[in-house]
């Protein structure tokens, strides 16, 4: 469920931004804000679906899975292909949220 969430969150987020970059910097009509509010909206919401204790580490963890999203997002929505290091970054986010995520907690920290 949590991957679900992280991933539902960023095309969420992602489409959200974008309709406010279609409308100020894109020249798309302000109507594009409201689909993009709504989008914004269910980011947050998908967000409380993470079965985690305190929001900050689902946030922190939520970062990385945004960065992946976004590259994808800028290879399938606008055509440009990520290049290496684009995808080693990802992979290093990625692997940091793992570790945020699903880290032992216990009492010796």
Known sequence: MTAFAYIGAA????AGCFAFWAWLRLDKPIWWIVP????LALFAWLLTLVDADHAGRTYAAYGGVYIAAALLWLWIVEGARPDRWDLIGAAICLGGAAIILFGPRGAAA
């Open 11 to 14: 095309l969420a987020e992602i």
């Open 36 to 39: 993009g509010m709504a989008s």
